[in-house]
């Protein structure tokens, strides 16, 4: 019997399973069909949000820090978001192409947006009294938007969760008596009511790096999880290893696609991934937060979806509700470039070529997408073997001249690309593109 267990791993080890997924029952593992159905999504609003933002300060992070302990836990008695819409929030997501919304349900300050039976530190005890993840489950499914869940495994706030983040012990909270089987229990309770109450399409965990957090309870919590939801998709942060692939592009981490943060993924066609990136610089909202260019925000988009991963792009909403106009206007700026080339962008694949500054190609079918991002007039790349290339042009727009000669491709572009962020080539080839191996690409500086 411990022969064929021990084959069975290794079959999943090389079958791209790390050995944490190798040690779940395959059966409850997320199928490819679904994880395929969420990478085609490929663009996601996060939205970091809480009474923090009273402060202007870091969710979670600044407690004990820049906001007193005893300051930032009261900051719910006068959290009042009276311009909180969740439908404008769920249209400015999806005016800005995203395909899902992921909310912080429940941070590491262990705040909850939604009426749970657990703890009185949720949203009812504000004067605000509104169910926030109740409001964003329904206006998701009205814009047709699928609904995350953000969930916390650390909590500095749960008196049964062993550690907080102040770091000087005069300043920890004194915590009694902290039980981690309790707080487990805690979760598991809070976990069952967001999934029977909002049906999320996700749940984001974060949080398993600190101490009484371990491996086998994140595998406990996977194994629980799917017994709520069979087709529930849980990313990689239930996991104490939560970063990690191997060279050969298998996943070394608990479930079902890495994350990874403030960074853009590398090519990978075995394991999905989805970045997580703020437009400004802070998760939570802060006053005069520096926005990023809508040349970084699509060049991100397409080098993410060029690596063949999904991007998770952060807004953080003010505490009256509203999310700052000009980061309303910067993604709908996006929303209109992804009208004009979203069919480089969803349900295709990344590759072959890997993403650099200078390009990034997508694919579908017997289409490469090929996205520009500089005002090269010639652009050479090697060839991709035994593929031919019978047209090429700009997406909606002029043939591009083409040469295919010692293993090389070198295209002719015009003097002014018609999208400066990012202009498509459309490359149709003999035969289907998604077989064709990751090609690898060093960028000419
Ligand atoms: C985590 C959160 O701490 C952060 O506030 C935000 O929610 C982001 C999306 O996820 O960021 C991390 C992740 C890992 C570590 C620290 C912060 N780490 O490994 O120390």
Not at 61 to 80: C, E, G, I, M
Not at 178 to 203: F, I, R, T, W
Not at 320 to 345: C, F, H, N
Not at 419 to 429: A, F, G, R
Request: proline share 6%; aromatic share 12%; charged share 20%.
């Amino acid at each position: 019997m411990k022969r064929i267990a021990t084959l069975c791993l290794l079959l999943l080890a090389l079958n791209g399973y790390s050995q944490t997924n190798a040690e779940l029952d395959p059966k409850i593992l997320t199928s490819k069909a679904v994880m395929n159905q969420f990478m085609d999504l490929r663009f996601g609003m996060f939205i970091h949000w809480g009474p923090v933002t009273l402060r202007g300060t870091e969710i979670g992070w600044s407690r004990h820090h820049q906001v007193p302990a005893t300051d930032y836990d009261t900051l719910y008695k006068v959290f009042n978001p009276i311009n909180f819409n969740a439908d404008e929030w769920v249209k400015t997501a999806s005016d800005a192409g995203m395909k899902y919304l992921t909310i912080t349900a429940k941070h590491h300050d262990g705040f909850c947006l939604w009426p749970s039976a657990y703890t009185d530190y949720n949203i009812m005890a504000t004067p605000f009294k509104k169910d926030v993840v109740g409001l964003l489950a329904k206006a998701c499914k009205k814009y047709h938007i699928k609904f995350c869940i953000y969930y916390s495994v650390l909590d500095w706030y749960q008196e049964n969760y062993p550690l907080d983040n102040s770091t000087d012990p005069k300043l920890a909270d004194k915590r009694k008596k902290p039980d981690m089987e309790k707080y487990v229990v805690y979760m598991k309770n809070q976990l069952k009511e967001l999934v029977k109450n909002y049906d999320p399409y996700m749940l984001w965990f974060d949080g398993p790096w600190e101490a009484p957090w371990t491996k086998a309870m994140g595998l406990d919590m996977y194994t629980y999880l799917k017994t709520l939801k069979k087709d529930l998709i849980i990313n990689n942060r239930l996991g104490k290893s939560f970063s990690g692939i191997d060279a050969d592009g298998t996943a070394k981490f608990l479930g079902d696609y890495d994350t990874p943060e403030q960074r853009i993924g590398s090519l990978n066609m075995q394991t999905p991934w989805e970045t997580c990136m703020t437009i400004c610089e802070q998760w939570s909202w802060k006053p005069n937060d520096k926005m990023k260019s809508l040349q970084t925000c699509i060049q991100t988009l397409a080098k993410v979806a060029g690596g063949n991963g999904n991007l998770l792009f952060n807004v953080g909403p003010r505490s009256d509700g509203a999310i700052e106009p000009a980061q309303v206007a910067r993604l709908k700026d996006m929303g209109s470039w992804l009208k004009q080339y979203g069919t480089a962008i969803y349900n295709t694949h990344g590759g072959p070529y890997n993403p650099n500054d200078t390009f990034a190609t997508t694919r579908s079918g017997k289409k490469i997408y090929l996205h520009v991002f500089k005002p090269v007039t010639t652009l050479t790349i090697p060839e991709m073997p035994g593929v031919k290339i019978n047209k090429a042009y700009i997406m909606k727009g002029a043939t591009v001249a083409l040469m295919q000669t010692n293993g090389q491709i070198t295209l002719t572009l015009p003097a002014v690309l018609p999208d400066p962020n990012d202009t498509v080539i459309v490359l149709e080839t003999d035969k289907s593109t998604i077989d064709i191996a990751p090609i690898k690409n060093e960028e000419k500086k």
